[in-house]
């Protein structure tokens, strides 16, 4: 079940950063040049608010991958017992410290 929600979590982060990164911004050059379009008379009321209405649905999907982003996160850290950064230090920590030997040499 861990490693379930650790996919889930990286699947919705690497969404979330996919509509940061470039979605996101073509939903609002699109707009940006609609809303020109509209006010020099090239494009009609309609077209101004398709774009408008695609970039709230835009908005809204990174607003639900962010959302799911938390929550699966939030579900990780229920299943780890602990927060998740305190449980990467610990590893990190691990790896540092050697390990006893407990064979005996």
Do not use: C
Not at 77 to 89: L, M, N
Not at 91 to 96: A, H, K, N, P
């Amino acid at each position: 079940m861990v490693h379930l929600e650790y996919t889930e979590t990286n699947t919705y982060l690497a969404q979330a950063k996919n509509y940061r990164a470039g979605i996101l911004p073509e939903a609002q050059s699109a707009l940006k040049i609609t809303r020109q379009q509209y006010a020099s008379g090239q494009l009609d009321f309609l077209r101004f608010l398709e774009a408008f209405r695609t970039w709230i649905q835009t908005n809204n999907e990174y607003q639900e991958k962010l959302y799911a982003y938390g929550s699966h996160w939030s579900e990780l850290e229920r299943w780890v017992g602990v927060p998740i950064d305190k449980a990467k230090e610990a590893l990190e920590q691990e790896e540092v410290m050697p390990t006893e030997n407990t064979h005996g040499m």
